[in-house]
């Protein structure tokens, strides 16, 4: 069957390939008429082209034209013509251009007879005007101011012009008689004169010659029978093009039909591998004893069960008869029967009294299925339990039963009790309650009772009472009803049987019981272990379960799968500060919307908190994973709408690929993790692909981050401090603190590395109130030096805002050491006002209240409103650094620059720029109006001790 199925797909494929291939060599065919057809109607332009040189040739009148170039024209004419023949006669079978073409012969035939005529005459017309020119030359020489010149003259003139009109003819013959009768009325005998006169009258017929076929072109109509084939021709291409798309349109349609089946084709293929992996492993770990056979009985698999139930190793029993259990103790009828129904094809399902290795008889419940490969029978499948203690408990059972139905009575059990011979049953008052029945008479009759069993299940309960009937077993199984109020009820329901002396069984009784809260509580269960509570997305348990098989499938087919980690940006801030019901909504909108864009076949978890996974099976290559990216980011960042609440929100996406980023699933997925940071490191909201490369970033990251946790502890960090000073003056005013880190293993750590790490993993608040302190404690030094030092700032993360207490908690720490706050200058970026200001507005101003001093840092940097400038609490503006470098030479930098201070110092804020490295900065900084400044320039970072030196030699005695 296996085989069988593998050819038809190979069969699939083929004519698949086959219809594609010619669906792609009918589109050549179509291109290739298409070119041919442009080729048709260029030769027709070409027709046209040279009937236009035709009409200009005629049109040209006393101008030498080579005879070979009209003939040329006309053999090339009739070249074309030729060709449009063989495809008019052998390619093109409709009327319509046939009978176009043939008019189009004629008219040409017509006009080659006016061309040929025109060269003639227009020969003859040449040749007789140079000859009066040549007599003309002569006639001047001789007759010198005579009226004959004039004449002479005036006739010249006018075979000069490149036209002839009728009224300018009828002038010059009139001027060539009136020259005849000037010879005559001299009486000159002047051979010149005779042959001039002649000539002219000559000249004469030859342009009217030339006129006439001038004026019969126009009713030869070469050109319209020209346009006439041609649009004919076009028609019937057209007409082909709409037959030939037509076709193309079923040739892909087909395609698309065969590529649908084969994915079909293949989802049920894949499906059935699936049942049978799982069935192997069933079977495998069964507690049942499995065994197989082959058409002549003899044994080709048993299970590990039937080791432990028989007593024979799987070697021992391997190629024997299951005769080999045989006890004596069964008639042979009874395998008699088996055997007929398996031979029929047919299921059997029996007990067996049985013979252990050791001797010890045990007893055996069976069914035995066989399994069929094109209609034959290949093999026996065989499932067998264990049910000795039952048959032993069964006596003991019966005595127990009306102490049974009593506790069952108490746990909302009803009993039942079925007489066949008078078809008449009997039922306690339960029975009716789970069957919503308030009628008591109402399941006298079997057929009443059966009438609610649900419709799907009728058919097995039926099976098993006629099995009960014929094998005189006892039964307990589970099925479900529709109660008179239609309700689904899952109900269990147990049945024993009572004999007469002939072995007939005259009663069956048992008890029914309500099992749907226990159901409803099992799924309920089962679905809760494996499923996220808030989201109700696939949990961490059932993601790396499915991806663990998903790994073992993709290494069994050579196929790719990718893995996607997500985590949102910027929730822990929102949920932190609106409160965890906002957060929960957050994830639920976020949850249903990634399962928007992804296919069914993919697999979405919530991993804890606000990280998310997709697992993305059976890929060819990375693009889809890139746009299933790109969706999610897409999808993520709508705006999301909660209460009076706007939120934006992103997310950064990690993404490693099986299997060249990892041998397994746990590998996989610290990858993926390893790719989100990255992602967040790049600005968020972006995703990243996995590299080797990471993975010595990600170490460095997490190697880093454990450093952080002792660093303060082992007397890592260490300040420096920027002196801020007034530009003018060039007098020390200020100081801002910076944080400095010297590690063991890492050396010296950039704080533009290691603050991120410590605001992302919390570490940021036990080391801004170190920062905070320290400052303090370096301020109260320099009170004590003397030096006339204003303030000090210390830079604030946004983290540390999220602390309730933050407002008292620095409040305390000045206090400590009897600093003023209004001598603490506390530094926030342009990006956390940015960021929920409403909140942010009530902690700066009750920094304000308390006497804290409130700088912006590298503003322009956040796109901040400008309307915010107006109420927020501030007191400084720092110029960003990115705006001061490349001043004056960047207009731009310039205007913004003047910009910001003109804003600033229109609304009372100090105003300090920061990175000034030149004079030339400088200069401009004062001559706009900004006072302070920060910079290489005048003084660099630098430890306390060295900032006193610095201050002292500043100032001036």
């Given amino acids: 069957m296996g085989i069988r199925r593998f050819d038809f797909g190979y069969v699939l494929i083929s004519i698949f390939i086959i219809f594609l291939v010619s669906s792609f060599l009918y589109t050549l065919k179509i291109d290739k008429d298409t070119q041919n057809n442009y080729q048709v109607i260029e030769k027709i332009e070409t027709l046209k082209l040279l009937n236009k040189e035709f009409d200009i040739f005629l049109g040209k009148k006393l101008q030498y034209i080579?005879?070979?170039?009209?003939?040329?024209?006309?053999?090339?004419?009739?070249?074309?013509?030729?060709?449009?023949?063989?495809?008019?006669?052998?390619?093109?079978?409709?009327?319509?251009?046939?009978?176009?073409?043939?008019?189009?012969?004629?008219?040409?035939?017509?006009?080659?007879?006016?061309?040929?005529?025109?060269?003639?005459?227009?020969?003859?017309?040449?040749?007789?005007?140079?000859?009066?020119?040549?007599?003309?030359?002569?006639?001047?020489?001789?007759?010198?101011?005579?009226?004959?010149?004039f004449k002479a003259n005036k006739i010249i003139i006018y075979f000069m012009q490149s036209s002839y009109e009728e009224k300018g003819a009828y002038g010059i013959s009139k001027d060539i008689q009136e020259m005849s009768g000037l010879i005559e009325q001299n009486r000159l005998v002047d051979k010149t004169l005779d042959i001039f006169v002649t000539q002219s009258f000559a000249s004469m017929s030859y342009i009217d010659n030339l006129n006439k076929l001038d004026q019969r072109k126009e009713k030869v109509g070469l050109e319209e029978s020209l346009n006439n084939f041609r649009q004919s021709i076009v028609n019937h291409f057209e007409k082909n093009a709409k037959v030939q798309k037509i076709l193309l349109y079923i040739m892909f349609g087909l395609d698309v039909f065969l590529f649908l089946f084969l994915v079909m084709y293949y989802v049920s293929d894949k499906k059935n591998r699936a049942e049978l992996i799982k069935f192997a492993k069933a079977v495998e770990?069964?507690?049942?004893?499995?065994?197989?056979?082959?058409?002549?009985?003899?044994?080709?698999?048993?299970?590990?069960?039937?080791?432990?139930?028989?007593?024979?190793?799987?070697?021992?029993?391997?190629?024997?008869?299951?005769?080999?259990?045989?006890?004596?103790?069964?008639?042979?009828?009874?395998?008699?029967?088996?055997?007929?129904?398996?031979?029929?094809?047919?299921?059997?399902?029996?007990?067996?009294?049985?013979?252990?290795?050791?001797?010890?008889?045990?007893?055996?419940?069976?069914?035995?299925?066989?399994?069929?490969?094109?209609?034959?029978?290949?093999?026996?499948?065989?499932?067998?339990?264990?049910?000795?203690?039952?048959?032993?408990?069964?006596?003991?059972?019966?005595?127990?039963?009306?102490?049974?139905?009593?506790?069952?009575?108490?746990?909302?059990?009803?009993?039942?009790?079925?007489?066949?011979?008078?078809?008449?049953?009997?039922?306690?008052?339960?029975?009716?309650?789970?069957?919503?029945?308030?009628?008591?008479?109402?399941?006298?009759?079997?057929?009443?009772?059966?009438?609610?069993?649900?419709?799907?299940?009728?058919?097995?309960?039926?099976?098993?009472?006629?099995?009960?009937?014929?094998?005189?077993?006892?039964?307990?199984?589970?099925?479900?009803?529709?109660?008179?109020?239609?309700?689904?009820?899952?109900?269990?329901?147990?049945?024993?049987?009572?004999?007469?002396l002939k072995g007939r069984v005259v009663k069956i009784f048992g008890t029914l019981q309500d099992i749907t809260n226990l159901v409803r509580t099992r799924e309920k269960i089962n679905y809760m272990a494996y499923h996220d509570h808030l989201t109700d997305l696939s949990n961490r348990?059932?993601?790396?379960?499915?991806?663990?098989?998903?790994?073992?499938?993709?290494?069994?087919?050579?196929?790719?799968?990718?893995?996607?980690?997500?985590?949102?940006?910027?929730?822990?801030?929102?949920?932190?500060?609106?409160?965890?019901?906002?957060?929960?909504?957050?994830?639920?909108?976020?949850?249903?919307?990634?399962?928007?864009?992804?296919?069914?076949?993919?697999?979405?978890?919530?991993?804890?908190?606000?990280?998310?996974?997709?697992?993305?099976?059976?890929?060819?290559?990375?693009?889809?994973?890139?746009?299933?990216?790109?969706?999610?980011?897409?999808?993520?960042?709508?705006?999301?709408?909660?209460?009076?609440?706007?939120?934006?929100?992103?997310?950064?996406?990690?993404?490693?690929?099986?299997?060249?980023?990892?041998?397994?699933?746990?590998?996989?997925?610290?990858?993926?993790?390893?790719?989100?940071?990255?992602?967040?490191?790049?600005?968020?909201?972006?995703?990243?692909?996995?590299?080797?490369?990471?993975?010595?970033?990600?170490?460095?990251?997490?190697?880093?981050?454990?450093?952080?946790?002792?660093?303060?502890?082992?007397?890592?960090?260490?300040l420096e401090y920027q002196p801020k000073y007034d530009i003018q003056t060039k007098k020390v005013i200020g100081a801002e603190a910076l944080i400095r880190w010297q590690n063991s293993d890492f050396g010296f750590v950039s704080p533009l590395e290691f603050i991120p790490i410590a605001e992302e993993c919390g570490f940021i608040v036990d080391i801004g109130e170190w920062v905070f302190s320290q400052a303090c404690k370096a301020f109260l030094k320099w009170q004590d030096e003397k030096l006339k030092i204003e303030t000090i700032a210390i830079n604030v993360s946004s983290v540390q805002f999220r602390q309730k207490d933050i407002v008292a908690r620095f409040n305390d720490i000045a206090s400590q050491f009897g600093i003023s706050p209004s001598c603490i200058d506390i530094e926030i970026t342009e990006h956390y006002i940015m960021d929920n200001t409403e909140k942010n507005f009530e902690i700066l101003r009750r920094f304000r209240e308390v006497g804290f001093k409130i700088s912006v840092d590298d503003f322009g940097t956040g796109y901040s409103s400008m309307s915010y400038l107006k109420i927020l609490p501030l007191d400084t503006i720092k110029i960003d650094k990115s705006f001061i470098d490349d001043i004056p030479h960047d207009k731009n930098d310039v205007e913004i620059t003047k910009a910001i201070l003109a804003l600033s110092l229109s609304l009372g804020y100090n105003v300090v720029a920061e990175g000034i490295e030149t004079k030339e900065q400088e200069e401009f900084l004062l001559n706009n109006g900004c006072r302070y400044g920060q910079g290489f320039l005048f003084g660099k970072p630098m430890k306390s001790d060295d900032f006193i030196g610095f201050v002292k030699n500043t100032i001036k005695p």
């Fill in 66 to 149: 080579k005879d070979e170039t009209i003939s040329n024209g006309l053999v090339n004419f009739i070249n074309v013509l030729n060709l449009f023949a063989n495809v008019v006669e052998k390619d093109i079978k409709d009327p319509e251009v046939k009978k176009c073409f043939q008019d189009l012969v004629e008219r040409y035939e017509e006009k080659s007879l006016i061309m040929r005529s025109f060269t003639e005459q227009n020969g003859f017309l040449v040749t007789a005007v140079r000859l009066l020119f040549d007599l003309n030359a002569k006639i001047q020489k001789t007759y010198y101011f005579s009226p004959l010149v």
């Fill in 541 to 718: 348990l059932d993601f790396e379960n499915k991806l663990e098989h998903a790994v073992r499938l993709a290494r069994r087919n050579n196929s790719i799968i990718a893995v996607l980690f997500i985590d949102l940006d910027r929730f822990k801030i929102i949920n932190d500060t609106l409160g965890h019901h906002v957060g929960d909504e957050i994830l639920k909108t976020v949850a249903f919307r990634i399962s928007s864009v992804l296919r069914e076949s993919d697999t979405v978890a919530r991993l804890g908190g606000d990280e998310f996974a997709v697992l993305l099976e059976n890929l060819s290559d990375n693009i889809y994973v890139a746009s299933v990216c790109e969706k999610i980011l897409s999808v993520v960042s709508e705006p999301i709408r909660f209460e009076s609440y706007n939120l934006d929100i992103s997310a950064s996406i990690g993404i490693a690929i099986f299997p060249q980023d990892g041998v397994d699933y746990q590998e996989i997925i610290k990858n993926a993790d390893s790719a989100m940071y990255l992602a967040k490191d790049k600005g968020k909201n972006n995703f990243q692909f996995y590299t080797k490369k990471l993975s010595k970033e990600v170490e460095r990251r997490l190697g880093i981050e454990q450093s952080l946790k002792n660093a303060i502890r082992n007397n890592e960090f260490y």
């Fill in 285 to 500: 770990n069964s507690d049942n004893t499995i065994v197989i056979t082959d058409t002549n009985r003899n044994i080709t698999y048993v299970n590990d069960a039937f080791e432990r139930s028989t007593g024979y190793a799987k070697k021992e029993a391997l190629g024997q008869n299951p005769r080999i259990l045989k006890s004596g103790f069964m008639a042979k009828e009874h395998y008699k029967q088996m055997n007929e129904k398996l031979n029929r094809g047919e299921r059997w399902e029996g007990e067996f009294i049985n013979r252990r290795k050791d001797g010890s008889i045990y007893y055996e419940s069976a069914s035995i299925v066989p399994i069929m490969n094109a209609g034959e029978v290949e093999s026996f499948l065989a499932i067998k339990l264990d049910v000795t203690d039952y048959v032993k408990q069964k006596e003991e059972l019966e005595k127990k039963t009306q102490r049974l139905n009593e506790a069952q009575s108490v746990a909302h059990i009803g009993s039942w009790e079925f007489d066949l011979d008078a078809k008449h049953i009997e039922c306690s008052d339960e029975i009716y309650n789970i069957f919503g029945q308030k009628d008591k008479k109402k399941f006298l009759h079997p057929n009443e009772f059966f009438s609610y069993v649900h419709s799907d299940d009728k058919s097995m309960v039926s099976n098993i009472y006629l099995k009960m009937l014929k094998y005189k077993d006892d039964f307990d199984f589970e099925f479900r009803i529709i109660s008179a109020q239609k309700l689904l009820k899952h109900v269990q329901l147990k049945g024993f049987q009572k004999l007469d």
